[in-house]
T-cell receptor, first 116, second 114 residues
Framework: GDSVTQMEGPVTLSEEAFLTINCTYT??????LFWYVQYPGEGLQLLLK?????DKGSNKGFEATYRKETTSFHLEKGSVQVSDSAVYFC???????????????FGQGTILTVHP | ETGVTQTPRHLVMGMTNKKSLKCEQH?????MYWYKQSAKKPLELMFV???????ENNSVPSRFSPECPNSSHLFLHLHTLQPEDSALYLC?????????????FGPGTRLTVL
């Protein structure tokens, strides 16, 4: 079945450092890929998404590029802030015919802590 | 403000109690979802409703009973739960069930089963 694997955390960075959180996936169809963020005590918020190969999603300084050849969707940010401290989830929703069609399959989440 | 609200935000119940979780979306969406978020486990999809019809039951025990009276409201009825059911229960909605549709999440109900 479909699956998403994220780099293990927690990740601890100093403010203004460069961030990469790796995400790779396995899917039977042609999935859409998502990054969600969960701040303490809150639900998940969509951070960015990409719906086809080579698409780049971006939002709030975060970027991720859909790489079909490496089945990856790594999250990057050039300069993190303390307010970026949260849990980040990579997820996929498979295309028609895929086992995750119309539903999200999540990675295990990566905790990010940014210190001043 | 995501447009998806959940009540209560926190719930403590004994194993013999019956309680219900409520979710309401103000986005005009057609699909609604229940997820379970446990510590150290990926989010687990429990149920999916599309146009008020249940389209997915992800092998959830019968002690969890969903109800979707209309496209804006989703309930999760709980009875005779176990301590391992303690978790954050998240509701989400999306315009439709297509693979490109973004799911919008509520803040969750933190459930503790004693």
């Amino acid at each position: 079945g479909d699956s998403v694997t994220q780099m293990e955390g927690p990740v601890t960075l100093s403010e203004e450092a460069f961030l990469t959180i790796n995400c790779t996936y396995t899917a039977t169809g042609y999935p859409s890929l998502f990054w969600y963020v969960q701040y303490p005590g809150e639900g998940l918020q969509l951070l960015l998404k990409a719906t086809k190969a080579d698409d780049k999603g971006s939002n709030k300084g975060f970027e991720a590029t859909y790489r079909k050849e490496t089945t990856s969707f790594h999250l990057e940010k050039g300069s993190v802030q303390v307010s970026d401290s949260a849990v980040y989830f990579c997820a996929l929703s498979d295309g028609a015919g895929g086992t995750s069609y119309g539903k999200l399959t999540f990675g295990q989440g990566t905790i990010l802590t940014v210190h001043p | 403000e995501t447009g998806v609200t959940q009540t209560p935000r926190h719930l403590v119940m004994g194993m013999t109690n019956k309680k219900s979780l409520k979710c309401e979306q103000h986005l005009g969406h057609n699909a609604m979802y229940w997820y379970k978020q446990s510590a150290k486990k990926p989010l687990e999809l429990m149920f999916v409703y599309n146009f008020k019809e249940q389209t997915e039951n992800n092998s959830v025990p019968s002690r969890f009973s969903p109800e979707c009276p209309n496209s804006s409201h989703l309930f999760l009825h709980l009875h005779t739960l176990q301590p391992e059911d303690s978790a954050l229960y998240l509701c989400a909605s999306s315009q439709d069930r297509g693979s490109t549709d973004t799911q919008y999440f509520g803040p969750g109900t933190r459930l503790t089963v004693l």
